[in-house]
């Protein structure tokens, strides 16, 4: 992602994150994110990586682990030898064209730039923790990622806000633009992708860790939010079949 003509402060992962403009930022897309304040002009360019392509490449651990912890990678200096911003675009209208030798040309030059962010260390973490004196919203997001795993509810959430329930499932849906629970939901799903893309655990470890009770729901969930099922989704990183 890169923002063009002005910053940007995003929510990502129960944190927030402001973006200058002109700047390659790398997060975990399927973490859910949403702009919470952005300067008038600012406009978002968006490529969507796989992550099964990510990983074949072998990236250095580092930034392999970084993206997998849900860190937030942003270019501290202009791309080089060609603006990111500039590179995204062209990325973008190769990738309208549905064509396949398009799309290994945005392949290369996609890796080719990540490898060269990666040797340079040239990123660094933008997440910033609650400040002292936060908001209401930003103790209940706060509070979401410190216990999102262990699904509590609405009304917990809100306690620790120091808000009523109904007061805060209002509040929570106007600043994200989605329900609480589907908030949590995603961000439990989100986890449970990123461990069925790291490590042999199975499902049924997998599902408690993320703080579900029932093998239906979890299913049903990653269906919903992943768009296949754990297996599925698994067999893009590992050759062999997933423990259950």
């Given at each position: 992602?890169?923002?063009?003509?002005?910053?940007?402060?995003?929510?990502?992962?129960?944190?927030?994150?402001?973006v200058p403009p002109s700047r390659l930022v790398l997060f975990w897309g399927a973490m859910p994110h949403h702009a919470l304040e952005a300067q008038p002009r600012?406009?978002?360019?968006?490529?969507?990586?796989?992550?099964?392509?990510?990983?074949?490449?072998?990236?250095?651990?580092?930034?392999?682990?970084?993206?997998?912890?849900?860190?937030?990678?942003?270019?501290?200096?202009?791309?080089?030898?060609?603006?990111?911003?500039?590179?995204?675009?062209?990325?973008?209208?190769?990738?309208?064209?549905?064509?396949?030798?398009?799309?290994?040309?945005?392949?290369?030059?996609?890796?080719?730039?990540?490898?060269r962010m990666a040797i340079d260390r040239s990123a660094s973490s933008v997440l910033a923790p609650r400040a002292a004196g936060a908001g209401r919203f930003e103790r209940m997001v706060e509070a979401i990622?410190?216990?999102?795993?262990?699904?509590?509810?609405?009304?917990?959430?809100?306690?620790?806000?120091?808000?009523?329930?109904?007061?805060?499932?209002?509040?929570?849906?106007?600043?994200?633009?989605?329900?609480?629970?589907?908030?949590?939901?995603?961000?439990?799903?989100?986890?449970?992708?990123?461990?069925?893309?790291?490590?042999?655990?199975?499902?049924?470890?997998?599902?408690?860790?993320?703080?579900?009770?029932?093998?239906?729901?979890?299913?049903?969930?990653?269906?919903?939010?992943?768009?296949?099922?754990?297996?599925?989704?698994?067999?893009?990183?590992?050759?062999?079949?997933?423990?259950?």
């Amino acid at each position: 992602m890169v923002f063009e003509h002005g910053h940007v402060t995003m929510l990502y992962g129960g944190r927030t994150m402001k973006v200058p403009p002109s700047r390659l930022v790398l997060f975990w897309g399927a973490m859910p994110h949403h702009a919470l304040e952005a300067q008038p002009r600012a406009l978002s360019h968006v490529l969507y990586l796989p992550v099964s392509i990510l990983m074949q490449w072998q990236l250095p651990t580092w930034f392999l682990k970084s993206l997998m912890d849900f860190d937030v990678l942003i270019e501290t200096t202009p791309g080089a030898p060609a603006h990111d911003l500039d590179c995204l675009k062209h990325w973008i209208r190769l990738l309208e064209r549905r064509s396949v030798e398009a799309d290994r040309i945005v392949l290369l030059e996609v890796e080719a730039r990540l490898r060269r962010m990666a040797i340079d260390r040239s990123a660094s973490s933008v997440l910033a923790p609650r400040a002292a004196g936060a908001g209401r919203f930003e103790r209940m997001v706060e509070a979401i990622a410190r216990r999102c795993m262990s699904a509590p509810t609405v009304e917990e959430i809100a306690n620790e806000a120091g808000l009523s329930r109904a007061y805060a499932a209002r509040l929570f849906r106007r600043e994200t633009g989605m329900p609480m629970l589907e908030y949590m939901t995603r961000q439990r799903i989100s986890h449970a992708q990123r461990l069925l893309a790291t490590t042999d655990l199975g499902v049924l470890d997998i599902l408690g860790e993320c703080g579900f009770k029932s093998p239906t729901r979890f299913y049903a969930a990653f269906r919903r939010f992943a768009g296949g099922t754990p297996a599925r989704y698994r067999r893009r990183f590992f050759a062999r079949p997933a423990r259950s």
